[in-house]
């Protein structure tokens, strides 16, 4: 495998983490401390925030996670957080 396989290969497979990751916090049950998720505002995130993307920014963090010796799972929700910053810049940006 090529240094670019390989690197799109590990692109890919962060981006697969933080999708799935996003997918769950962004489901349609209320959370404990929350009291509902209303439908359309659920749908309007989920739409901004699912539709694809390459997930560049969570995949740098991860990288440099993994520089400094650590696990991808301490850091997949400070790399979702990210991802969702990102998203509502589009959004804002948008609007």
Not at 17 to 33: I, N, Y
Not at 80 to 85: I, R
């Amino acid at each position: 495998m090529s240094d670019h396989d390989a690197f799109r290969q590990s692109l890919s497979d962060r981006a697969v983490l933080v999708e799935a990751f996003l997918d769950t916090q962004l489901s349609a049950g209320p959370r404990d401390h929350e009291t509902e998720r209303p439908e359309r505002l659920l749908a309007a995130m989920r739409h901004a925030v699912l539709n694809g993307g390459k997930r560049l920014r969570p995949f740098l963090l991860f990288e440099v996670n993994a520089l400094l010796g650590g696990s991808d799972d301490a850091v997949r929700g400070a790399a979702a957080g990210l991802e969702l910053v990102h998203c509502y810049s589009l959004v804002h940006d948008d609007l």
